[in-house]
Each structure stands twice: as structure tokens, then as C-alpha cells.
């Protein structure tokens, strides 16, 4: 089987290893270069961030994402020379307004990931002596997990572009598609070229709404641009990430802070502003005033595909026997990409699913596109 993937983020990468492990033949394009967008830019923790504060169907998902990536890093690593750095920090959650929540989180659902205590001083400077005075309470999650994504990406890339059945286009625009009786005969792209494929994916991420027109359906997927700023310290200075007001701090192994996240409505704008950028700093030493003592290395932004209720879309788009979709997966695409492109490939090839797929179906866009109105 011949599948085109629009789109080369984790959601589109993660589902062409899938597929090609499976014996399909894959194309996938990018209209840039491959893994350059949202899943560069994220922070890559392997939990949403407040669990309780997500549907059901995301924590689903999400709860696949380490073992997931344990099991393809062994699999890539020996043929790629690139570990995707899966970092067993822990996480400390500052909020005290989500201490009751988070604790009954973890008694009510059986994931392992999401067990807790409540740490009071001194466990609190035991385990992160860095943390802020101010605070003398926090929830420890002692088995989440950071990956860090740009290895992850630069890995699973390496890998496919190797890959005997693997064929990539970056830099190229798919423009739109030539349908005939609720099939997808070929896409074309914007220099005019046409490509044939027994099966096409979506996952376009941010991008995403721009099928509406031609799919003559309402796809409520928009850009929300995250600004993030990078750290570096000396290394395993900071012993776990840390989160307050929707605002972390992640360790990598060799002392580099990922710290973000903000939250704008800015359409299609990448380039990060300093007021931003001042605010997620101000954040950042209200967590650990001692990161002041380190230089700032870099600042970006990226753009994550919202989407109304974060619960991403998989599966097959409404009225059409062979386009797919693998897309709207807004703040979780990293730890939820996994179980999601696994997802896909189990409904494509007709597979028992390792989850319920009815809560991602397509069938959901027109209802959800209605209530953002």
C-alpha cells in the first residue's frame, strides 16, 4: 500500500513509522524542512502538564507516550547514532489551587506516571533544592519524564529518509486534492506536480483549516503561538522540571532549561516579542530565582494546532473512502503522538485499536466547528 503524509511533525512522522513498519510505502511532505515547526518548538514533557484539566480521551492517549518512545528509541538508536534523551526528572506542580485535584487525580485513575505526594519542607528542598522559599508545598510526580524533541525529530527523520520504502518532499506546498466518487484519485502541489497514492493522511497540524474550503467542511484547528526561552546551566543542575501558573522549567541532561510557555493568538506569527519573553522570564525566577545566574542561549516561538477541546482528530474524514486524518492535537502533540499515530495505523489497516477511537473521530468537525462560532 502506497500512503502520502502531508505533514512531517511528530504526528506525521511518528505515523509514517508506523505505517512503514507495517510494509507500506510512504511519501511524506513538508512545506518546509522536515520537523521544523510546533514539535521543535515544544518542551517535550511526557504528561499534559495538568492532567485533570484535560478530557479523559487526551490522558488516554498521553498515558502510551514513554513506554511508546522507549520502545522506538531502542529500535532507531542503533541505526541513527541518536538517542532521544528520555530524561526521568520528575515534576514538582507549585499551584496550591491544584493539590487537592492532582491528588485525587492519581487515586481515581490507574496510571502509574500520575501517582503523587504531597511534598511539605523540608522534602521539598530535598528533592529540588533550587525552588523558590516562597514555596512550602508542592505536588511530586516522581515518574514523569521529559524527551527531548529535537533529538527525537532529528532521529525519526534520519531513519525514515534511510528507510528503502520512504520517499520525502520538503519545501513543497500540497495545494489541494482531485477527488473523484469519495475517493482521493491524487494530490497536487503548488509547483503543479501530481501524486498518486492508495491512501493520504493529514497532518498538517496549525495548518490544518486550510482543507475547509476544499473539503467543504468546517475545520476548527487554529495557530496559537508559545514563545519559550533556553537556559544553560551547569549539568543535572536543576533535578526536576517545575511547573506554576502554567509556566515549567525542563532539565535536559547537559544543564540546558527549556522554560516557557505563553499563549497568543497571533495567526501565523513565529517571531517571538520581548514583552513575552520578559513575562515567561519574570516566571521563571519566581520558580528559581538562581537561574539568574545563568545566560539566556536562546528564545523561539512555535505554533500549536488548537483545537476546541485539545482531543485531537484520527481517522477516516467524513465522506471520503481514503483520507485520513492525524491532526489538532494542540499542547500534548509530543506526548500524545505516539498512541496517536499507533492509533491511525490500527484503523487504516483494518487492526484491533489499542484505544476506544470513537473519541477522535472526524465525525466530531462539524459539531465542534458549530460551537466555536
Given at each position: 500500500m502506497k500512503i502520502a503524509i502531508i505533514g512531517a511533525g511528530i504526528s506525521g512522522l511518528l505515523s509514517a513509522l508506523e505505517l512503514v513498519e507495517q510494509g507500506c510505502s510512504v511519501i511524506i511532505f513538508d512545506q518546509q524542512q522536515a520537523g521544523k515547526a510546533a514539535s521543535w518548538a515544544g518542551g517535550g514533557i511526557l504528561s499534559p502538564m495538568y492532567p485533570w484539566r484535560y478530557p479523559r480521551a487526551v490522558n488516554q492517549l498521553a498515558q502510551h507516550g514513554k513506554s511508546l518512545y522507549l520502545e522506538w528509541n531502542e529500535k532507531l538508536k542503533p541505526v541513527t547514532g541518536i538517542d532521544f534523551e528520555i530524561h526521568?526528572?520528575?515534576?514538582?506542580?507549585?499551584?496550591?489551587?491544584?493539590f487537592d485535584i492532582g491528588q485525587r487525580y492519581a487515586q481515581q485513575f490507574d496510571e502509574p506516571m500520575q501517582q503523587c505526594q504531597l511534598l511539605k519542607q523540608?522534602?521539598?528542598?530535598?528533592?529540588?533544592?533550587?525552588?523558590?522559599?516562597?514555596?512550602?508545598?508542592?505536588?511530586?510526580?516522581?515518574?514523569l519524564s521529559n524527551i527531548r524533541n529535537p533529538r527525537l525529530l532529528k532521529s525519526i527523520i534520519s531513519y525514515l529518509k534511510q528507510h528503502p520504502r520512504v520517499q520525502f518532499h520538503e519545501n513543497t506546498w500540497v495545494d489541494h486534492f482531485h477527488i473523484q466518487q469519495?475517493?482521493?484519485?491524487?494530490?497536487?502541489t503548488q509547483s503543479g506536480q501530481q501524486i498518486q497514492a492508495d491512501q493520504i493522511v493529514i497532518a498538517t497540524g496549525a495548518w490544518s483549516a486550510h482543507?475547509?474550503?476544499?473539503?467543504?467542511m468546517s475545520i476548527p484547528v487554529k495557530p496559537v503561538q508559545g514563545q519559550m526561552l533556553l537556559f544553560k546551566t551547569p549539568e543535572q543542575w536543576l533535578p526536576t522540571i517545575c511547573m506554576n501558573k502554567v509556566m515549567y522549567l525542563i532539565p535536559r541532561q547537559d544543564g540546558h532549561v527549556v522554560c516557557g510557555s505563553s499563549m497568543d493568538e497571533l495567526g501565523f506569527e513565529h517571531r517571538p516579542n520581548i514583552q513575552t519573553q520578559q513575562n515567561i522570564y519574570k516566571?521563571?525566577?519566581?520558580?528559581v530565582p538562581e537561574l539568574e545566574q545563568f545566560p539566556i542561549v536562546k528564545q523561539w516561538a512555535g505554533l500549536r494546532p488548537s483545537s476546541p477541546t485539545g482531543v485531537p482528530y484520527i481517522g477516516k474524514m467524513p465522506e471520503l473512502d481514503n483520507l485520513w486524518a492525524n491532526f489538532g492535537h494542540f499542547r500534548n502533540g509530543l506526548c500524545m503522538g505516539p498512541a496517536s499515530a499507533r492509533l491511525l495505523r490500527q484503523l487504516m489497516l483494518e487492526q484491533p485499536t489499542c484505544v476506544d477511537p470513537s473519541a477522535f473521530s472526524t465525525q466530531r468537525l462539524t459539531s465542534e466547528a458549530l460551537s466555536t462560532r
Open positions: 526521568d526528572t520528575g515534576m514538582l506542580i507549585l499551584d496550591e489551587s491544584d523540608p522534602q521539598l528542598q530535598q528533592i529540588n533544592p533550587h525552588i523558590s522559599e516562597q514555596f512550602n508545598q508542592a505536588l511530586y510526580f516522581s515518574q469519495q475517493r482521493v484519485t491524487s494530490i497536487e482543507w475547509s474550503q476544499q473539503l467543504n516566571a521563571c525566577l519566581e520558580m
